[in-house]
């Protein structure tokens, strides 16, 4: 046996001078101080190598410094440098060098001699040979000589393959949505008393009686089925209010299926193979609309030379949807819902005698809206190509790649006859085609013949040719073209014990130059400059600090794909929202000067032992020539209006381990500050989303998209002035209101694991950020909040302020008096969105973002991993102002901190199962 383990350590050593290249950890494995963890399971989660330790619990693996060793399916060590030896030192430490004599039986040479001879004299045999550190090695030909015998290594062939399916179901519903009063019907009052007025009245408001003093005649009636409102009597029973909401309960499906494969011969890759493959069905949260999407991802690569290969992609994705929001749809059937008064029942159906039916000429049934000729008016078609030939080893390594892409979008919009606004209706079918042709070529050069070093020179070119065309059907065309140039070369360094042995030095320099078609002028200085200084070692070697800054320059231009059709808002009122009908897109990306970004950022890192770390981080972003819309002489242009900085604090805590073995808690905390520094032409107070009464714009000074609207008349003092009727009287002047950016945002996650199990818990508290809450406005003047049905009866109510003349307001007024005009009463007579000032309240919030628990399954031989998670989403949300600071007006970019009918959030529950081989 001494002379097989002698053979077996030479044979070891040979392998290991063939693979110099490559570095391995060595240790021991134990239970406690002196018992070994025999058999132990040890991942290299980075590469996903693995082996097994032996009986001494000893155990050696290929690694790099930065890798992840795992082992008792939760512990883990990460490789450092210094972790890291040759194979050849390994051996020389653990083994003596001694000279085996061959001791060689009769009838071990009759078992020789009895195989057949190859051509060369080798004869087959089956003597394993274990690897250390890795698998088995089959030696398979024998030849014998006049010096002894000689042993040759069978070429081995390998077809590998890998690949997972992950099945999921989510179930949802509605998040915090509006208040709404359910006791006043449909009317106004009239003569001294509350009155109902019948759909037939054109009657848009909710202030007539109270419900429960009505009750359904049961006479015919077009409108409802159950007859006409009249006064409750013993033969009227109540009647009872309708639900007329368009929110439904939701599911989402998907199926993920992916494989690879690779073909290996002697542990080199010769040619791999991929397939992805991807289904999602999903409902939408507005009743009877949902989307499908369907994806396929094809990947091929073969090393075609010595240390080069070739290497191919393709992707498809479609996406179909009955409906989108492009032109407001959502928005607008969610506002007919909600204002649609509770005597009124819009399922009862949306036609009558042809025309549509609503509980007012003025508005809409969402039902009627909602209602689709076609499955789907909404598609989707991308098809994406690569091409890449590369040299990923040796000091000189490089790519040349080439992609093509091409999306297809196609919106049907429409609204039908007799719908508000649009009584001979309207329809357009919008498509847009995108071709987007990219050649990206780059390659590295490390200044040392080193597997390790990371001290390197980059160069990278990217060409860019976009066209895209957007149509039209009955309306104006428009076609862009881009072609863009980017040119980066950049030097990569690294200094080990610099100053003190503890020391190393990270950094990197380069610049870039950026050119393009559509700017007025090309950037030839776009440097990039980033230093690192690590300590390893502060405290014993338990602490370590990381001391890091840079400072880089970002040149880039408004993206072809963004449409800025929803810009047209800015230029209608909230009750004009019935005749929007978005066909205008920028009518040119050309004559711009490029959008700058000059980022400085430091911080500091600190670790402690395994796990534990601290950051925190300041971030400096500094914007010149920032584009946004305007509308000029009928056009949406593009223009660059503003220069503005953004500062960021950032402070990160992970604590691993903690409070329990096993457990992680991560801990971050963000506050951004902003600020316009410069207003580039007479664009001050400029919008950027929103409508023309509120909106966020452009304020010298102020935070990029303030809010700002309409506000009470004050005095020098700061005073509310009272008009002679006792109520406040409204600036004929617009004026900033809130800055929709948080004070701060917290966030907090914690992972468990025990045993199989895994708990992920993550929450957020959001702490201030102003939001205009058009909704509640618009609900409040039509008498269906639930705020205006409390306080429609408060009477006698003194308005803090002073009056004309400077004294005191002493006038008691009553909010809704039915002995005065309609017009007079408090939530009409300030207009359709009241006074924006009334509605801007603290986006604070806390929410919890997910949970999720996982089990894992034993690996079979079969199967690495199967695992099983149920999973809830934003499934509590607090909100001190009953409003989701998430949500965007209309979807838009720029829509945070506007709410006008913005579709709730989801919270939602599910599982998800997921096979991994």
């Known amino acids: 046996m001494k002379k097989v383990y002698l053979l077996l350590t030479v044979f070891a050593i040979q392998f290991a001078f063939a693979q110099d290249s ?365 091409v890449k030939l590369s040299k990923e080893t040796g000091r000189w390594q490089y790519f040349v790649g080439q ?92 200094f080990s014990d610099v100053l003190f042995n503890d020391f190393n030095l990270d950094g990197e320099v380069g610049n870039g130059i950026y050119t393009s078609n559509t700017t007025t002028k090309s950037d030839f200085f776009i440097p990039k400059l980033a230093l690192s200084l690590e300590i390893k070692d502060l405290i014993d070697y338990d602490l370590k600090a990381k001391i890091f800054g840079s400072i880089y320059k970002n040149v880039y231009e408004s993206d072809f794909n963004k449409s800025y059709s929803n810009f047209l808002l800015t230029q209608i009122d909230n009750d004009q929202f019935n005749t929007y009908f978005p066909v205008q897109e920028v009518a040119s990306f050309k004559g711009l000067q490029s959008i700058n970004n000059l980022e400085t950022k430091f911080g500091l890192r600190l670790s402690y032992r395994y796990g534990h770390n601290l950051e925190g981080s300041f971030t400096n972003k500094k914007y010149a020539n920032d584009v946004f819309p305007v509308f000029e002489n009928g056009k949406i242009m593009l223009k660059n209006l503003v220069d503005h900085n953004s500062k960021s604090y950032d402070l990160n805590l992970n604590l691993n381990n903690f409070p329990f073995r096993y457990g992680n808690l991560q801990i971050g905390f963000n506050k951004t500050t902003s600020k316009v520094t410069n207003v580039l032409g007479d664009y001050e107070n400029a919008p950027i989303s929103g409508f023309n009464s509120v909106y966020r714009g452009i304020v010298k000074g102020e935070a990029l998209g303030v809010l700002i609207g309409n506000a009470y008349q004050r005095n020098e003092n700061g005073n509310v002035i009272i008009g002679n009727d006792g109520f406040p009287l409204v600036s004929a002047e617009k004026k900033v209101l809130g800055n929709p950016i948080p004070d701060f945002i917290m966030k907090f996650s914690y992972t468990q694991n025990v045993w199989d199990f895994s708990l992920n818990v993550d929450l957020e508290w959001r702490k201030g950020g102003d939001i205009w809450n058009g909704t509640n406005a618009n609900l409040d003047y039509y008498g269906r909040s639930e705020n205006s049905a409390s306080q429609r009866s408060i009477s006698n109510f003194i308005f803090d302020g002073v009056l004309q003349n400077g004294n005191v307001n002493n006038i008691p007024v009553d909010f809704f008096n039915i002995d005065e005009p309609f017009e007079q009463n408090k939530f009409y007579r300030y207009g359709s969105l009241g006074v924006a000032e009334d509605y801007i309240v603290k986006g604070d919030a806390v929410r919890i973002n997910n949970i999720t628990l996982s089990y894992n399954l034993r690996k079979t031989e079969l199967l690495k991993n199967v695992k099983i998670s149920v999973f809830a989403k934003n499934i509590l949300l607090w909100s001190k102002n009953k409003i989701d600071e998430q949500t965007s007006f209309f979807d838009s970019d720029n829509g945070q901190g506007l709410n006008f009918y913005n579709l709730p959030s989801m919270r939602s529950y599910g599982a998800t199962i997921s096979f991994i081989f």
Request: hydrophobic share 30%; net charge positive.
């Open 403 to 494: 992609s093509y892409e091409n999306t297809k979008f196609s919106n049907f919009d429409y609204y039908k006859i007799f719908t508000s606004g649009f009584q001979n209706g309207i329809e357009t079918e919008r498509n847009q085609n995108i071709k987007n042709y990219n050649v990206n070529l780059g390659g590295s050069y490390s200044l040392r013949d080193s597997y390790y070093d990371n001290n390197k020179l980059y160069f990278n070119a990217i060409l860019n040719q976009n066209d895209t065309r957007i149509s039209y059907t009955n309306f104006q065309n428009y076609n862009y073209n881009r072609f863009s140039q980017d040119y980066i070369l950049r030097y990569k360094f690294n």
């Open 22 to 386: 490559q570095m391995f950890y060595e240790g021991y494995f134990y239970v406690s101080n002196s018992k070994a963890q025999k058999n132990l399971l040890v991942t290299n989660k980075t590469s996903g190598n693995y082996d097994f330790t032996d009986d001494k619990g000893y155990l050696v693996i290929e690694a790099k410094a930065g890798d992840t060793l795992v082992y008792n399916k939760k512990d883990f060590r990460i490789i450092q440098t210094y972790d890291l030896k040759e194979m050849k030192a390994i051996l020389d430490s653990k083994y003596k060098s001694e000279t085996a004599n061959p001791i060689l039986s009769n009838d071990y040479l009759a078992s020789i001699n009895s195989k057949k001879n190859d051509s060369a004299g080798f004869i087959k045999s089956k003597v394993r040979a274990k690897k250390i550190g890795g698998n088995s090695e089959i030696f398979q030909y024998i030849k014998k000589s006049d010096s002894g015998y000689v042993i040759k290594k069978q070429t081995s062939k390998n077809i590998l393959y890998s690949g997972s399916l992950q099945v999921s179901t989510e179930f949802g519903s509605a998040n915090i949505h509006p208040k709404l009063q359910n006791q006043f019907v449909q009317g106004r009052n009239a003569n001294g008393a509350l009155q109902w007025n019948g759909p037939e009245t054109a009657e848009m408001f909710s202030f007539g009686p109270q419900i429960s003093t009505l009750g359904f005649d049961g006479n015919p009636y077009e409108y409802d089925v159950n007859g006409r409102l009249v006064a409750k009597s013993k033969s009227i029973s109540p009647a009872n209010a309708y639900n007329n909401s368009i929110l439904q309960k939701t599911q989402k499906s998907s199926t993920f299926f992916s494989i690879n494969s690779y073909y290996e011969k002697d542990k080199s890759r010769k040619w791999n193979a991929g397939l992805d493959l991807g289904w999602v069905r999903e409902d939408l949260l507005i009743k009877d609309q949902f989307q499908d999407t369907k994806n396929l991802g094809i990947s091929l690569g073969k090393n075609i030379f010595k240390n080069h290969k070739l290497s191919f992609n393709y992707k498809f994705n479609e996406q179909k949807a009955t409906n989108t929001n492009r032109i407001g749809l959502f928005n607008r059937a969610y506002q007919n819902s909600l204002l649609t008064p509770i005597s009124f029942e819009n399922k009862q159906g949306n036609l009558l005698s042809a025309v549509q039916r609503s509980y007012s000429s003025l508005a809409d049934n969402p039902d009627y809206l909602l209602d689709n000729s076609r499955k789907y008016n909404f598609n989707q078609n991308q098809n994406i190509f690569n």
